[in-house]
């Protein structure tokens, strides 16, 4: 921390300071200025302003809506027993659930933009992950605002634009905050502009809403135990909120839970991209496997597992898929599967929504790219993606021997889904493992203040968002962009009620 007798003068002045500049952030800056329009606010946004929104501008928009509580509650409770959420902050939590759908509304309206109840990109009016715990009575509907991609974020974004006190500091990442060293008491923040570095007060208090650690490859080795993964968001979360209240004295919660809350995903990550793409979960056809380490089929590929965002029940207990354990990983397809089905998804993540990439629907400009291998014979594809011959032309017989029988013994695929891998040329892809987002950070409790090591809050500290989340285990469909916009909510208002600090 810097202390606040280093500081000799202060270069700027606000009421509030928000690192960050995702949707938790602006639910903080407009529930802050809506409860007292007169309050001066500025967001420190790390990103240039054509890469800002986080990984709720690249989210698949998806918000969950509830019409009651209690079983929202016990829905989560029961997602959540590997690691229970505090009582006293996942009744609230579910309280604000209930409430929260006018609130969206009225964001969409004020942005001129549609608020609907489904997906947008699916006629599933509700994404039910886990219905052996009461998903379907917990979840009225899956709901989100158009149009997709970034629906959510673009109307947030235009409710920002319409508050002209509401000031952005694109470029301007949060390096440090200003504290008493005795107290923990906050009273700005150091933060970077022009490669310089300025004091900025905060007169009531500063939120941290800067996301998590996705992008950055040594925290996920060593916060999680992940070698090699992708960020499906954006790249620019590599964890500095998280040290930034480490430092500051905050307790840290679930930077390793039982698991990915939202998954670890297959995907491909090309030479030169830090991010990846995530591979497409809607099929035409089905004439493909996925091999792991020994040139093996290791899961039921087929199985809609974007439904439970990539977890898998073993031993009673719903885990992760095993793509990052069983690495490398290739996905071996046939020529029907090749020219029916386009890869990727592209109504979310950072690559085509940001980045602009469009992939080719045949995928034949990535196959001359060389990030796809193209072979005459299974034999020969397997040269090419460094595989024993042999092994693989094994592997490929025994799964067309299954769709012959019309029975997957080993994986229990669908018999609709059991097409032969026959029509040549054979394609092989990488499949690298895509992660959606971290949710560890420092603890918080309902009202989104940080709390010490001895579960006190830190006076004038706040965080929301993905950062933090009081997600354990398991993750509902529409249940982090909700939950950043009530911790970005409560932030905001608890800040509204503080005085400003003197000295």
Same mark, same amino acid.
């Given at each position: ?6 500081? %000799? ?78 009582? $006293? *902050? ?6 604000? *659930? ?59 974004? !235009? ?22 060293? $005795?107290?923990? !008491? ?11 570095? =300025? ?47 480490? %430092? ?5 919660? @679930? ?45 039921? !590929?087929? /199985? ?85 011959? /042999? ?37 092989? =892809?990488?499949?690298?493992? =895509? ?6 950070? /420092? ?9 010490? @090591? /001895? ?11 993905? *950062? ?36």
């Amino acid at each position: 921390m810097a202390s606040l007798n280093s500081v %000799k003068q202060w270069d700027q002045q606000y009421d509030l300071v928000i690192g960050g500049f995702g949707l938790a952030a602006m639910s903080a800056a407009i529930e802050a200025h809506d409860a007292d329009p007169n309050l001066s606010i500025l967001i420190l946004e790390k990103a240039p302003e054509a890469e800002t929104g986080g990984n709720s501008r690249v989210a698949g928009q998806s918000l969950l809506i509830t019409k009651n509580a209690k079983v929202l509650a016990e829905y989560q409770r029961k997602m959540s027993v590997a690691n229970p959420i505090p009582e $006293d *902050m996942l009744v609230p939590w579910s309280e604000a *659930m209930e409430a929260l759908e006018p609130w969206i509304q009225e964001r969409a309206a004020q942005a001129g933009a549609q608020y609907i109840h489904g997906t947008g990109f699916s006629e599933r009016d509700a994404v039910l992950e886990f219905p052996e715990f009461g998903a379907r009575e917990a979840v009225h509907c899956t709901a989100t605002i158009l149009p997709l991609p970034s629906g959510v974020y673009l109307a947030f974004r !235009e409710n920002i634009r319409q508050r002209p006190r509401i000031q952005i500091a694109y470029e301007s990442p949060v390096r440090d905050l200003i504290q008493d060293p $005795d107290t923990l !008491e906050v009273f700005g923040v150091v933060a970077e502009q022009n490669g310089a570095r =300025v004091n900025i007060r905060a007169n009531k208090g500063v939120v941290m809403a800067t996301g998590g650690f996705e992008a950055n490859l040594d925290m996920q080795r060593n916060y999680f135990g992940l070698s090699n993964p992708a960020p499906l968001g954006t790249p620019h979360n590599t964890g500095d909120g998280i040290k930034i209240l480490q %430092k500051a004295g905050a307790d840290l919660w @679930h930077m390793r839970n039982q698991g990915q809350s939202g998954g670890i995903w297959p995907g491909f990550k090309p030479e030169g991209f830090v991010n990846g793409f995530l591979r497409n979960f809607f099929w035409q056809s089905f004439s493909w496997i996925e091999v792991d380490a020994n040139t093996e089929r290791f899961y039921n !590929e087929t /199985a809609e597992l974007q439904l439970t965002h990539y977890k898998e029940k073993k031993h009673g207990h719903w885990v992760d898929t095993p793509h990052y354990r069983a690495q490398p990983v290739h996905m071996i397809f046939d020529h029907n599967t090749c020219q029916y089905n386009k890869l990727v998804v592209e109504v979310m993540s950072w690559n085509p929504v940001v980045r602009g990439y469009q992939w080719s629907d045949d995928n034949s400009a990535e196959i001359a790219k060389g990030w796809i291998q193209k072979a005459d014979t299974i034999e020969e594809l397997a040269v090419l993606i460094g595989r024993d011959p /042999a092994k693989l032309r094994a592997e490929v017989d025994r799964y067309n021997a299954a769709c012959a029988a019309g029975n997957d013994e080993a994986f229990g695929r669908n018999p609709l889904t059991l097409q032969p891998i026959a029509q040549g040329p054979f394609y092989g =892809v990488r499949i690298d493992p =895509v992660i959606v987002c971290t949710g560890g950070g /420092a603890r918080r409790n309902i009202k989104s203040e940080v709390l010490d @090591h /001895a579960g006190q809050p830190i006076p004038r500290l706040y965080e929301a968002g993905e *950062m933090g989340s009081m997600f354990s285990d398991l993750y509902q469909n529409g249940s982090y962009l909700t939950e950043a916009m009530i911790s970005g909510r409560a932030a905001g208002r608890g800040i509204v009620g503080l005085k400003n600090w003197e000295g």
